[in-house]
């Protein structure tokens, strides 16, 4: 087997599914309220990660919601923790941070999150333990974890450009339809104007 091409494919196939997990770390002050804000597909499972540094006078709380309100997790005075959670329907979600502090007093809190969401959230390792898989049966399905991502995406991605492409021919002709009664209103209009104009002519007995 040619482990060069496993490996840029196995490359290839991270760097293209590189949407589904993400890690950073960012700063919050008391009185701050910062929100990470991601789509979710449907039945997809979505894992975070955080952790958060001690702070003398401050306490940060964590919430997680969907776009309707919706509560999946939450934390007050949270130092450091998981979350899991799924959705039924495509959505977005938001992960906000609070850091609520002692009046007049500014504490700066450093956080740390890393979410995946997708393939990335299965713990592959485990599987591996729990199956006695090698090394090199452990990448192959990796990859195949990923090629199957990569699938869903695509088919993801032409639903929403035949749902566009709905919309528009939906709004071409919407916009036919308009284009033509506007011209028979304007025909209907010239007509009335020459038929009125010809009765007040008649009127003033300018034209016979």
């Not at 975070?48 to 999946?72: C, L, M, Q, R, W």
Request: proline residues 1%; aromatic residues 12%; negative net charge.
């Amino acid at each position: 087997m040619n482990w060069f091409v496993v490996l840029g494919f196995s490359l290839s196939l991270t760097l293209f599914g590189l949407r589904s997990v993400f890690a950073l770390s960012f700063d919050i002050k008391s009185g701050d309220l910062k929100c990470i804000h991601d789509e979710i597909d449907k039945d997809e499972i979505v894992v975070g990660n955080y952790a958060i540094t001690d702070g003398p006078t401050s306490k940060v709380s964590i919430e997680v919601k969907d776009s309707k309100g919706h509560t999946f997790f939450q934390k007050s005075d949270a130092t450091s923790g998981k979350f899991t959670f799924s959705s039924e329907v495509e959505d977005s979600f938001d992960v906000c941070f609070r850091c609520l502090g002692a009046s007049g007093v500014v504490d700066t809190r450093e956080v740390f999150i890393d979410i995946k969401q997708g393939d990335e959230a299965k713990n592959i390792d485990a599987i591996a333990q729990a199956k006695d898989l090698k090394p090199v049966e452990v990448e192959l399905k990796k990859i195949e974890y990923f090629t199957d991502s990569i699938v869903r995406d695509f088919v993801a991605m032409h639903k929403r450009a035949d749902a566009m492409r709905d919309i528009n021919a939906s709004t071409h002709s919407r916009v036919l339809y308009f284009s033509m009664f506007s011209i028979l209103c304007l025909i209907a209009l010239a007509v009335w104007q020459v038929l009125y104009l010809r009765s007040y002519f008649k009127s003033k007995k300018l034209i016979e």
